[in-house]
């Protein structure tokens, strides 16, 4: 009977540590009701709140501006801060793309139903300041220019692959193009639209690319896959975070969105 008390009280104590040592790592809380977040280059944080109002902070957490023409668009599915000065939204529903610059100012809006695209989930910015998105009805990816002028398209991908590809994310990275299909893949591409390779990965969530790594979670684990060595690293989420909206890991800071705001630790 003492060696059970005995573990017990040794379990409570790890627990009280565990959970010292984790508050003595927060950095910062911006408290708010928000649904997602995003980090730019310069490490600038863009939240995402439930009324569909973005809003940006410094890297030291301090608020810059808001973005709040909400009801003209309706519900952003996409926001791509790969360009701090260009920020590109995307609101599904209404296939509606929207370029803020770095202080949240509307600049341009295009409705791509009026550039014959009638359904494309996947959308993201290129290197030089352009779109690119995925033609769900033509199976094709198509470079769109800021007026949404289809300025480049690859031939039907049904062509290329005996599968479908249903991407959900596009990012222009590392001048490669990385079309994310959760189910089946990482599917690689050059600005030319050519076939470069897959990567198995599948069923990770807010997933990035940043660099050379793609991050992401699934399950239990936050994970990392290097893109050059193509070594892939995971950590197990701690019982804290599990319920948390969206987690963010980069190697030396954790962002967690939970019900009370975005919490950020060492």
Do not use: C
Not at 165 to 194: A, E, K, M, W
């Amino acid at each position: 009977m003492k060696y059970l008390v005995s573990i017990w009280i040794v379990f409570l104590l790890s627990v009280n540590a565990n959970a010292q040592e984790l508050a003595n790592r927060k950095i910062k809380t911006i408290e708010g009701d928000y649904v997602s977040f995003s980090i730019d280059n310069l490490d600038n944080i863009y939240l995402l709140s439930a009324a569909n109002q973005l809003k940006k902070y410094n890297a030291s957490g301090d608020s810059v501006s808001v973005f709040n023409e909400t009801r003209k668009f309706g519900k952003a599915t996409v926001v791509d801060v790969t360009n701090p000065v260009k920020i590109l939204l995307y609101y599904q529903g209404f296939s509606i793309f929207a370029f803020l610059d770095g202080v949240l100012n509307l600049k341009s809006s295009v409705d791509l139903r009026r550039k014959g695209i009638f359904n494309a989930e996947a959308i993201g910015l290129s290197y030089d300041g352009k779109i690119w998105v995925f033609d769900e009805m033509e199976n094709t990816l198509k470079k769109l220019d800021d007026q949404g002028n289809t300025i480049f398209k690859t031939t039907d991908f049904r062509q290329l692959f005996d599968i479908s590809l249903n991407p959900v994310r596009l990012f222009d990275q590392n001048q490669y193009l990385y079309l994310y299909d959760s189910l089946q893949g990482i599917f690689v591409f050059d600005y030319y639209g050519t076939f470069k390779k897959k990567i198995p990965i599948t069923h990770w969530q807010h997933l990035r690319i940043v660099d050379q790594y793609i991050y992401g979670v699934s399950n239990s684990t936050l994970n990392r896959y290097n893109l050059n060595t193509l070594e892939q690293k995971e950590w197990l989420i701690p019982d804290e975070f599990k319920s948390y909206r969206q987690l963010f890991y980069n190697g030396k800071t954790l962002f967690a969105l939970g019900k009370k705001g975005l919490e950020i630790y060492k």
